[in-house]
């Protein structure tokens, strides 16, 4: 694990990098952004569509996932809710950073501070937050010189770790986590992805349950099958195994072979011979 120097450093080598050689695709992202309001995308209708929706489940990080993924892809960023990238400049380390440090999304979200984050200051309902979400197309990701374009849906996860201590109730930190994930997927539909791009949405720090978010998400998805065509939950270890019980590709079991009988073999105390049986004159010799 690179140390928090370490990451700073590579943060003002990526910045520069998307500065210079992504100028004009960070520019295009940027104008055609869309801001969904508090309340706005949990409202959004979600058209009927054939077929049903595939899911899978990987410990990859985001970015690795999106090079994966087919078809127009959209990748949730759990953002900073009041500042762009959260820290990224500063070595912090988490899902936002690992996007930023892979594409030209911190330009991007930088570019839209005074449209989103600043806005947001004064609406953080003790680290509830709200639904109010950034919509970021066309981010350029790049690894190992191949470029590989996805939206960006930009929307903060409910910490309810804080919302506890700020005396905020499980009722009102549940509600807070349903409404996000209804808005998230809503925006997802919405916007036409083929594949969608999702962490372990309000688990880890931010102190849900792990089987919380898979049910909400599970609910979701048996309501509206093939609204999202395939959505992938790229998810650390500690949430792997319950994310994987519900979203993970499952095998089809392998067929039973049938074993053939065994004959029992002969042994002294079981073979019963009589001479008298033998054809006539047919003889034993010693």
């Keep these: 694990m690179p ?6 450093e590579a943060a ?15 520019k295009a992202t940027v104008e055609a952004a869309k801001i969904y309001e508090n309340g706005e995308g949990r409202e959004l209708p979600v058209a009927e569509a054939e077929g049903e929706t595939t899911t899978s489940v990987t ?16 990748v949730v960023d759990p953002c900073s809710f009041t500042r762009p990238g959260g820290a990224y400049e500063d070595g912090s380390f988490g899902p936002e950073q690992i996007l930023c440090a892979e594409s030209n999304l911190y330009p991007a979200l930088c570019a839209c501070k005074e449209l989103y984050h600043s806005k947001n200051r004064g609406y953080s309902s003790g680290m509830l937050f709200t639904d109010r979400a950034l919509y970021l197309p066309d981010v350029a990701f790049v690894r190992d010189g ?10 903060p996860e409910p910490i309810r770790t804080r919302a506890l201590e700020n005396h905020r109730s499980e009722r009102e930190c549940e509600h ?6 209804e808005s998230l997927l809503r925006i997802a539909a919405e916007s036409g992805c083929e594949t969608l791009v999702v962490g372990a949405f309000g688990c880890g720090p931010q ?3 792990a089987e ?5 998400f599970k609910a979701w998805i048996e309501a509206h099958p093939g609204a999202i065509a395939h959505i992938t939950f790229a998810v650390p270890r500690a949430s792997f195994d319950a994310f994987d019980a519900a979203f993970g590709e499952k095998k089809a079991p392998e067929p039973e072979v049938a074993q053939a009988p065994v004959a029992d073999e002969d042994t002294e105390d079981d073979f019963d011979f009589d001479p008298a049986d033998l054809p006539e004159g047919v003889t034993l010799r010693a």
Excluded: C, H, W, Y
Aim: proline share 2%.
């Design 207 to 209: 102190g849900f349950d």
């Design 212 to 216: 919380m978010s898979v049910g909400l």
């Design 12 to 26: 003002a080598k990526n910045l520069a990098l998307m500065r210079g050689a992504f100028a004009s695709e960070t």
């Design 59 to 74: 410990t990859d990080f985001a970015p690795k996932a999106v090079f994966g993924a087919q078809g127009k892809v959209a």
């Design 3 to 8: 140390t928090r120097d370490e990451r700073r």
């Design 146 to 155: 191949t470029i590989r374009r996805a939206d960006v849906l930009a929307i």
């Design 176 to 181: 807070a986590l349903a409404s996000r994930i």
